[in-house]
């Protein structure tokens, strides 16, 4: 022991620690600032770990002297001076000070009380007191070209610029689908845009295409004053030009004092793509995507977006965001319109390319978790893959989109409520947001919040039909007031709206009870059917369910003949498919086929039960309830109806005041008990 402490190997083992723990603490605290890989602070630990015995064997073997290290056998006991000793005492406080320095740091941090993460305003309360500085909107840039090319050119300057700046998680930046209500050439009120918004900043800008030769001016603006805080004007080579929008937006970013992390940095000076043709094309496919809401004409856009998006990805095999909304866009298909193998596999396809591609694009994880959402409402996974992108997608509110149409598929209604309500404050004029959020709303039976947001979409697309409709409806669910709807469909005719299966569904005629009103409904509804859940109704579906409440059962059963025939087509390709078997189940009870048609309703709650779809299981479980209404389980069909009532979902007090299917249970005790729990309460 007294050889250990002449050769000073206890005050080096001190020194060490203490050093190597400032060391680790120091490493772990900033190499993230700087995106240092975490295999460097790995290495770190495993360098002083290791080095410790070599430490200590060295202090045993050598000793400091004023000429030097020397071996310690060769010198005499008491002939190094004091003062390397008093060195030694001073570097040791030194570090013994920095330790409990650092030390009371972290315990500061570790019992200091947490803020809660910040909540995104929503565009339609935003209270400039609450409006991040750091918060801009990219305006799509004026196209003053010579040509029609020019018009989606300006589009994918504009984008490349905001995409950019989406990037750096320390802007707030509003998404395209939004800023694209404003593309106009008269002039912008760019206070009340802010404002509607919710950001500080504007970015305007225009650009013109002569030739090969494109000039792009950009434009940062203070909305609050109109000041101009930042501007320039370029000129390029229209195969140069993508080279300008990480110049523009790194400007535009110093102009607000953000911080930029290395990671944000590589992202923003990544070039997409050099092809022209190729953004055009990606351009057209986004807007076809961003207005693919509307139920009438949504499938049609769906597969022009596809068509175009095939086109963009011949062009250019290496541009990752076509095959990324491609993967979607079938996705999209696949559960909506064309539920086929083929379908399928090419949104399979197309999401491995992109992943093939970029496998660390935040782009490419979100694609994924809609492929995992659309194709196989696999809701762990695709959360999973949300998680993954989101540190690289900070402004994106696609992502929050999901994470909300994920939550309410999994009955998480407060938590899809939030994020899709986050959403809305980074994309507030999203229309399809917007009536997500509504639809949120719906099931949970909050009918004052979905009328709000009704009437905030028809301030941003005043008339439109089905908003309209919509709204109207409010009034019919909440306190079975079918006048609103009446009136507004009968006004709508009259104009002659285009989507007039939408506005004129058999499902409401059958509550109007009229036969003008459900002759008019199979009239406007096409042959063909409308998909819903990716199954379509045939208009015979409904030909037999208005036939049997005009106690016409000949009728009925030729119809519910036919529709069997379609829905029966569907199921031989696709055997397990909930949606097709549950429909089957209600057009078999039509038929008075009982054991068929309870075993079919009952299996396709089985193979999509609601704690597995909150929303499409709670769908398939009310179909349950009229088949079993329909073959005359009276019993059945009130304990069905009961667990519905008392969770979130479609039934509502309207419906089961007005329609016709819930008649055979009328004056049942229980089930008057049921209409009235669902009640207006003033």
Known sequence: MAELKRRKVYRVAVAYAVGGWLLIQIATQTFPLFDVPNWATRLVVLVLVLGFPIALIIVWAFELTPEGFKRTDEIADGSVPRETGYKFRIIFGLLAALAVGLLLFQLYRLTAPTADPPVLPSASSADPAVIPEKSIAVLPFDNFSEDDRGFWFGDAVQEEVLIDL????????????????????????????????????????????????????????????????????????????????????????????????????????????????????????????????????????????????????????????????????????????????????????????????????????????????????????????????????????????????????????????????QALGLDPRNLFLIQQLALTYMPQRRYGDEARLWDRLLTITPGDPLTRISRALVELHARADIRPYQSTRAALLVVGATNIADLDSPNYALCERSPDGLSRALTNYPAEGISSDGVLWPRAYWEGAIALTRNDPAAARSAFTAARADVARTLKEQPDFPAAISLLGIIDAGLGRRDG????????????????????????????????????????????????ARIPSDLSYGVLKLHPYWDSLRGDARFDAIVASLAPKS
């Open 166 to 421: 989406a990037k750096i998680a320390d802007l707030k930046v509003i998404s395209r689908t939004s800023v694209m209500h404003y593309r106009t050439q008269v002039k912008r009120n760019l206070r009340e845009i802010a404002k509607d918004l919710g950001v500080t900043h504007v970015v305007e800008g225009s650009v013109t295409r002569v030739g090969e030769r494109v000039r792009v001016s950009a434009q940062l603006i203070d909305a609050a004053t109109d000041r101009h805080v930042w501007a320039e004007r370029y000129e390029r080579d229209s195969k140069d030009v993508f080279a300008l929008q990480s110049e523009i937006a790194k400007k535009i970013a110093d102009q607000l004092h953000a911080t930029i992390t290395a990671s944000e940095r590589r992202a923003i000076d990544k070039t997409r793509t050099n092809d022209l043709t190729a953004y055009d094309l990606y351009c057209r496919a986004e807007a076809l995507w961003d207005n693919a809401s509307d139920p009438m004409h949504g499938g049609e856009r769906l597969f022009e977006a596809a068509r175009l998006l095939e086109q963009a990805v011949v062009r250019d095999p290496k541009f990752l965001l076509p095959w990324c909304l491609l993967a979607k866009t079938h996705g999209a298909i696949y559960a909506q319109h064309d539920h086929t193998a083929p379908r399928l596999e090419a949104a399979t396809a197309a999401v491995e390319k992109a992943l093939q591609l970029e496998p660390r694009a935040g782009e490419a994880h979100l694609a994924l978790a809609c492929y995992h959402y659309y194709c196989f409402r696999d809701y762990d996974a695709a959360r999973r893959e949300l998680a993954l992108a989101r540190p690289l997608l900070p402004n994106d509110a696609e992502l929050l989109q999901y994470s909300g149409l994920i939550d309410r598929r999994e009955g998480r209604w407060v938590e899809a409520t939030q994020s899709l309500e």
């Open 597 to 644: 048609a309870i075993q079919q309703g009952r299996r396709a709650c089985q193979l999509l039960p609601i704690s597995n779809d909150a929303l499409a299981g709670a769908a398939l479980a009310l179909n349950l309830a009229q088949i079993y209404v329909w073959t005359g389980e009276m019993n059945l069909a009130i304990t069905q109806l009961e667990e519905l």
